[in-house]
């Protein structure tokens, strides 16, 4: 499949952003996760099309759980040897399902809250894929159970957030694009310029979830539909160096904490040095381990299907 380098310069600009919310401790760049969102909508569409249900789940296990579990085994480990033992929160952490006790659970390594909703879109999908007549149930029978006996399982599996990733699946069906310029500099005006955060857990309040969809998911749908529009702009020689960011804005995201938290209180501690520290360990994740055990996943499945083609990637991580 092409790789789109507008879909690439976005996936950077967004971890980029996430980094430099935590690394400056504001609340500006926290919309970053939002614009994945959406690219993953995006991406999801064009991987899925006439694909079966089983080769999809295995492509995507595949691309999202190696990497992620190398990143958590070490607050994993802790927590089991020297923390609380087998908690709930480790249960929530090794399976990104976030019901455990019947209560929301805060994964070990922070930032998996938004891969909680990356599973459930592609559990969604999967079995979409397999039978839209047993998803169209299976929704029916989550809504009766919304409206029966509410509570954490529901709200997390109806969340309003899931519209990000529903934006765009839609942009994927566009052919055209009116004034894409005008779209994508409202977007990262309006995407960016806002210093409002949102708690993760309260991603189960329909209101709150609600608010964050129109602030956030909103101006990230014009982004990606503006960038869509100029990917003659983003196929330049210019962005190749956003483009190799984005390849691995899935290692920078799953690690960028780890520096940052190691040099908060350090005579390094200056919120550039964090940043930049924090955008260096993914790169270097990204090369030495995700991008080889990705060349590894696709030759194996090119040797067993060679008609296949090759691994693509969850809205977080490279897409090729």
């Not at 085994?73 to 927590?79: C, G, R």
């Not at 923390?83 to 070990?108: C, N």
């Not at 500099?185 to 309006?190: A, R």
Request: hydrophobic share 55%; proline share 6%.
């Amino acid at each position: 499949m092409k790789k789109l380098c507008s879909i690439q310069v976005l996936r950077a600009v967004a971890a980029l952003a996430v980094v430099y919310c935590h690394a400056f401790a504001t609340g500006r760049g926290s919309a970053g996760v939002d614009l994945f969102f959406v690219i993953s909508g995006f991406i999801i569409a064009r991987v899925s099309k006439d694909r079966p249900a089983a080769a999809f789940a295995k492509a995507r296990f595949w691309r999202i759980y190696p990497i992620y579990l190398w990143a958590a085994a070490a607050p994993l480990l802790w927590e089991i040897a020297f923390g609380s033992g087998l908690t709930p929160r480790v249960g929530a952490t090794l399976t990104l399902w976030p019901i455990w006790g019947g209560h929301y659970q805060q994964p070990l390594l922070p930032v998996a809250w938004s891969l909680y909703f990356e599973v459930l879109f592609y559990v969604a999908m999967t079995v979409w894929l397999f039978s839209r007549r047993a998803a169209l149930v299976a929704a029916a029978a989550v809504l009766v159970a919304a409206l029966d006996r509410p509570g954490p399982a529901t709200a997390f599996l109806l969340s309003p957030i899931i519209l990000e990733f529903a934006a765009g699946f839609a942009l994927a069906r566009l052919r055209s694009f009116r004034l894409p310029g005008l779209a994508l500099v409202i977007g990262l005006v309006l995407l960016f310029g806002s210093t409002r955060s949102f708690d993760n857990a309260t991603m189960l309040d329909p209101a709150v979830a609600s608010l964050r969809a129109l602030d956030f998911g909103l101006p990230a749908v014009m982004i990606v539909y503006g960038a869509l529009g100029l990917e003659w702009l983003f196929a330049a020689r210019w962005a190749n160096p956003l483009v190799g960011i984005g390849d691995a804005s899935y290692s920078i995201y799953l690690m960028h904490l780890f520096p940052i938290n190691a040099l908060t209180g350090s005579s390094a501690e200056m919120p550039i040095v964090r940043f930049l520290a924090a955008v260096a360990i993914g790169l270097a994740v990204h090369r030495l381990l995700e991008r080889p055990l990705g060349d590894w996943v696709a030759r194996r499945r090119r040797s067993r299907q060679p008609e296949t083609v090759g691994l693509e990637a969850p809205g977080l991580a490279p897409q090729g």
